[in-house]
């Protein structure tokens, strides 16, 4: 070291103060910062909703609100929760699925913590490194606590590892985005039969593999797959009918063909299949009425969907698509043109057991449930999912699977 080094002076120390805030699921802002403790080994919260860590000169202060409590704090909380869920709505973005799935991480979240930190530094490098320190710790609380984090008044949503989920500019450093997988509590679902949360489980991960979001507070379904379900000669005598009423709309809707024309061109078929008492009480209505709608015609026509389930339950196609398209409707009207008499029909079905398919009706009605959200959120369906498609689904399988007591067709209950 030389003379003149000898001569500096130190330079002078600049306290650095910023902020953060912290969205997170847990509703108790107590037990946030209980969390919290059990990171860092802090004894003797006590209740309260303040704490600060401490290195050094680095201080971060911690303070943890919630709507569910009392005064300002409350009050401060929920215009925060239902400010950030409100702006990534409105954030014009490319990336909607990005900004979907952050609008439900937001959505889900029921606590913020407010974040400041402090410390001492004498230039750039010592600012970035005691930053670096930092945002370790704050990251790491992120994780711990489910949530996303935004630092200042940048309006950039970032994940537990420092990620842009999205940014005011609808921007993202991500490929894809889920929220936090929220786990439902030990007890929930307690009386249900085992087979009924293990079926939700199944369900959940293939949607959390797909990108899917659900709440995972749907209800369960409580149907046991040894109890007696739906016989062969039922799903025939319903996949006829659903053939009879979708062949007959698409003549009327499609061909533009008169109601004698269109039952002149269907008869025949309810004659083959000795049908005339396989229809439910809409179905007859409908077809008996030569005044039909038009709006009843497309509702009738979409029965192509539910006849293609049917088609599956029997055996007749392995093929129960990803519901992202319509079925192939020429080539189940082929499948059933192969079985052109309910003896031929029954004799070509092997119906899957039942445990497979209250499977897939569990699993449609979650898929429905996020296509009704969306629409409630005048948002697409997720993913590209055809809604229509889902809806028809949910129906045919909620019927299959004996669900809601066995009830008839056109009772089957298809609310979310």
């Known amino acids: ?31 946030v910062l209980e969390q919290v403790g059990e990171m860092f080994q802090i004894k003797n919260i006590d209740g309260r909703n303040h704490i600060t860590l401490r290195q050094g000169d680095m201080e971060i202060g911690l303070l943890a609100s919630s709507p569910s409590e009392e005064g300002d704090n409350a009050r401060y ?80 949503f970032l994940n537990s590892k420092g990620q842009v989920i999205l940014d005011k500019e609808g921007k993202s450093g991500l490929d894809f985005y889920m929220p936090a997988e929220v786990p439902v509590p030990e007890d929930w679902g307690k009386e249900a039969p085992p087979e009924s949360m293990e079926r939700r489980n199944r369900s959940m991960k293939l949607l959390w593999d797909r990108h899917v979001y659900v709440t995972p507070w749907l209800p369960l379904l409580w149907e046991k797959a040894e109890e007696p379900g739906r016989t062969a000669e039922e799903v025939c005598a319903r996949a006829a009918a659903l053939l009879i009423v979708s062949l007959y709309s698409e003549c009327r809707i499609g061909d533009h063909l008169s109601y004698e024309e269109a039952r002149e061109f269907v008869d025949p078929i309810i004659e083959s299949y000795k049908a005339e008492t396989y229809f439910s009480p809409k179905e007859k209505e409908y077809l008996d009425n ?54 031929a029909l029954q004799a070509a079905a092997k119906l899957r057991p039942r445990r497979e398919l209250l499977d897939q009706a569990d699993l449609v009605y979650r898929l429905h449930w996020a296509c009704d959200d969306a629409r409630v959120m005048g948002m697409p369906a997720p993913r590209n999912l055809e809604d229509g498609v889902i809806m028809e689904r949910h129906r045919a399988l909620f019927w299959l699977a004996g669900c809601d007591e066995m009830c008839p067709w056109d009772e089957v209950d298809l609310s979310t």
Request: glycine share 6%; proline share 6%; charged share 25%.
């Open 77 to 156: 909380a929920r215009e925060q929760l239902e400010g950030a869920a409100g702006y990534v709505y409105h954030i014009e973005t490319p990336l909607l699925e990005m900004k979907r799935s952050l609008f439900y991480h937001l959505r889900q979240c029921k606590s913020l913590v407010q974040m400041i930190y402090t410390f001492d530094s004498a230039d750039p490098g010592e600012t970035e490194e005691k930053e670096k320190q930092i945002m370790s710790v704050l990251f790491g609380i992120t994780e711990k606590l489910q949530g996303v984090i935004t630092f200042g008044d940048s309006m950039a």
């Open 290 to 343: 030569p005044d039909s709608t038009e709006q009843e015609q497309i509702q009738f026509v979409w029965q192509y969907e539910n006849l293609w389930v049917m088609e599956w339950a029997l055996g007749l196609t392995d093929d129960l698509f990803w519901p992202d398209h319509i079925c192939d409707v020429p080539g189940s009207v082929r499948l059933m043109k192969s079985c052109p008499t309910i003896d």
């Open 1 to 31: 070291m030389g003379l003149f080094d000898k001569r500096k002076k130190p330079k002078p120390l600049e306290r650095v103060n910023e902020a953060a805030m912290l969205f997170c699921p847990e509703p108790d802002s107590k037990k």
